[in-house]
Structures are given as structure tokens and as C-alpha cells.
């Protein structure tokens, strides 16, 4: 399975983005699937992630602005973000959870400044 991010750009501070995450193979049977970021200067974290039951998880600092969701038919992985803030600049990556090495892809910049 190759995962491919997209969908980053330069946003205002409130503003909003929708990350996608094409999957070159089935994830279907992935049972979690994660979105994670890295901010400059900072190690990976893990900000969403979703079952295939569509039980989803969020940070604690992205909770109520951000939204998870997945397409197990067309293989896609969403990342709504909401109400944007500085610190929610930095590149984001899907893989799986808990990921695997061999899924990581390029990653997706996001920055938010005004």
C-alpha cells in the first residue's frame, strides 16, 4: 500500500482545509487509519484517527475542529480542518495506526498565517 497526502496550502488563521489521503492499495483492511503531523522543530504526532467502524479518535488540541472520515471503497482517508490556528502549521501524513514505516508517503504542508 502506497499513501499519498494532499490538499495543503497557506490559510488565514479561522480558515479551513480538506486533507485527503489516496491509498494505492486496499485499505480495507487496515482496521485504523491515522493522520499525523510534524511541525517544524518537532517530533510526529498523531492527530486523528478512524476504525474501519468509523470510530474515530482526535488530540486533545484538535478535538471539536477537526474531522476524520474514510472511504474504504475508494481507498481515500479525509482530514476536515476547521477554524485553523498558527500552531496547526505543519506537514501532515496518513498512515495507518499504529503507522508503519514503509507507509509513509511525502506529506502535505499546511500553513496558517496571516
Known amino acids: 500500500v502506497q499513501l499519498q497526502a494532499s490538499g495543503g496550502g497557506l490559510v488565514q488563521p479561522g480558515g479551513s482545509l480538506r486533507l485527503s489521503c489516496a491509498a494505492s492499495?486496499?485499505?480495507?483492511?487496515?482496521?485504523?487509519m491515522g493522520w499525523y503531523r510534524q511541525a517544524p522543530g518537532k517530533q510526529r504526532e498523531l492527530v486523528a484517527r478512524?476504525?474501519?467502524?468509523?470510530?474515530?479518535y482526535y488530540v486533545g488540541s484538535v478535538k471539536g475542529r477537526f474531522t476524520i472520515s474514510r472511504d474504504n471503497a475508494k481507498n481515500w482517508v479525509y482530514l476536515q480542518m476547521n477554524s485553523l490556528k498558527p500552531e496547526d502549521t505543519a506537514v501532515y501524513y496518513c498512515?495507518?495506526?499504529?503507522?508503519?514505516?514503509?507507509?509513509w508517503g511525502q506529506g502535505t504542508l499546511v500553513t496558517v498565517s496571516s
Open positions: 498512515n495507518a495506526f499504529p503507522y508503519r514505516n514503509e507507509y
Open positions: 478512524i476504525t474501519s467502524g468509523g470510530d474515530t
Open positions: 492499495g486496499s485499505i480495507f483492511s487496515i482496521n485504523s
